[in-house]
């Protein structure tokens, strides 16, 4: 399995409150990205990376944003989360832009 | 209309039955690929393909570019093949990204 891993797992939140997810990968892999899933969509990317400080949005941004400062780690925040951002979000890296590699997720849920 | 679409959404299906997952899609891509999901798992890779066919134990993958079309098949179906089964492509222009189909539920009873 790739070395990507995702913080926290779990987490449940107030509307207004910022949040921040992290992802962490130890592969090298240049290409980062962050993605919600929710019951009828398909994983909707919401940023993703290209490089160290290199970023780009994708098709569900609004409310999100991003931050690469080392090639390991690629942080989302929600800058005061809203019921709308309940769901679970999945990280991905690719060394080149093919193949993707998912971490485990984050559940979360915002009240 | 989704870029990608899959069929069925959900099925049923006998242990040892034969299993057609389709996925169609609307643009020009350079690869196309499925991914699993288990219940409360993560996302792992099964195939990418550009061309033909490819094989991986009970597992198999074709694609027809002109039509735009892809198909998964699983021989002999166990119930720990039970999961949702994503079908995801990469289009030429932005091909960094993937567009990815909703998902099929897969559910094999013993």
């Known amino acids: 399995d790739a070395g990507i891993t995702q913080s926290p797992r779990h987490k449940v939140t107030e509307t207004g409150t910022p949040v921040t997810l992290r992802c962490h990968q130890t592969e090298n892999h240049r290409y980062m990205y962050w993605y919600r899933q929710d019951p009828g969509h398909g994983l909707r990317l919401i940023h993703y990376s290209y490089g160290v400080k290199d970023t780009d949005k994708g098709e569900v941004s609004d409310g999100y944003s991003v931050s690469r400062s080392k090639t390991e780690d690629f942080l989302l925040t929600l800058e005061s989360a809203t019921s709308s951002q309940t769901s679970v979000y999945f990280c991905?890296?690719?060394?080149?832009?093919?193949?993707?590699?998912f971490g485990p997720g984050t559940r979360l849920t915002v009240t | 209309k989704n870029e990608v679409e899959q069929s069925p959404q959900n099925l049923t299906a006998q242990e040892g039955e034969f299993i057609t997952i389709n996925c169609s899609y609307s643009?020009?891509?350079?690869?196309l690929h499925w991914l699993q999901q288990h219940p409360g798992g993560g996302i792992v890779s099964l195939f990418m393909?550009?061309?033909g066919k490819k094989k991986h134990g009970r597992l198999i993958a074709t694609i027809n570019i002109q039509e735009k079309h892809s198909s998964l098949h699983i021989t002999a179906s166990h119930p720990r093949d039970s999961a949702v089964y994503i079908c995801?492509?990469?289009?030429?222009?932005?091909?960094?990204?993937?567009?990815f189909g909703t998902g099929t539920r897969l559910t094999i009873i013993p």
């Open positions: 991905a890296i690719s060394r080149s832009g093919y193949e993707q590699y």
């Open positions: 995801a492509v990469r289009p030429n222009f932005g091909n960094e990204k993937l567009t």
């Open positions: 643009v020009g891509i350079s690869a």
């Open positions: 393909l550009s061309s």
